[in-house]
């Protein structure tokens, strides 16, 4: 009876953890600020996180800058502009990894962000559960040189926060 448990243990993968993942449709990348709210959408890139050793993990995901979205056509187009995000130069917003630890909350890892042909090392805390990466962090527009302060009709402010929701399948 051992051996028929060991063997559909091992057949069937039970107990097995996936480290390498697919971006499902329904992720959100969610950005808000003091007069700009929207989401990016169009997300790629690689995944490879084990849960229990967090520490081989790595992303290499990026953004399309044009995907930015505001639900008003004539933000977007001044968001994509040279002013902001500068989509056509920059053409991606993109984050790859450089170290995972396991938190008491979930998780953090640590890596280059680059936004508007700057890059800036970020740590982003994060939760997985149910094959949905979430997680939040904050960035300064001024850090990646993006001007301001005036978009949408008013003061944007400097902060901008993003939120992130990325539910994932194995390959």
């Given at each position: ?7 559909s ?20 990348v ?8 929207g989401?990016?959408?169009k ?15 790595k992303?290499?995901?990026?953004l ?31 984050f ?39 997680g939040?962090l ?15 009709g008013?003061?944007v402010?400097?902060?901008i ?11």
């Amino acid at each position: 009876m051992r051996t028929l448990l060991l063997i559909s243990f091992l057949t069937f993968g039970i107990g097995q953890v996936t480290s390498n993942w697919n971006i499902s449709e329904g992720y959100a990348v969610k950005f808000s600020a003091k007069k700009a709210v929207g989401t990016f959408d169009k997300l790629q890139g690689t995944v490879q996180f084990d849960p229990s050793d967090p520490t081989t993990a790595k992303f290499d995901v990026w953004l399309e800058t044009a995907s930015i979205s505001t639900g008003n056509k004539t933000q977007d187009k001044h968001a994509r502009g040279n002013k902001w995000l500068a989509a056509e130069q920059y053409p991606r917003i993109s984050f790859k990894s450089s170290e995972f630890k396991k938190t008491t909350k979930g998780y953090k890892v640590k890596g280059q962000l680059s936004i508007h042909g700057v890059t800036k090392e970020v740590s982003i805390p994060f939760a997985f559960n149910d094959q949905v990466f979430t997680g939040k962090l904050t960035v300064n527009r001024q850090d990646y040189g993006i001007e301001g302060p005036f978009l949408f009709g008013g003061l944007v402010g400097d902060e901008i926060a993003v939120e992130l929701l990325v539910p994932v399948t194995s390959q």
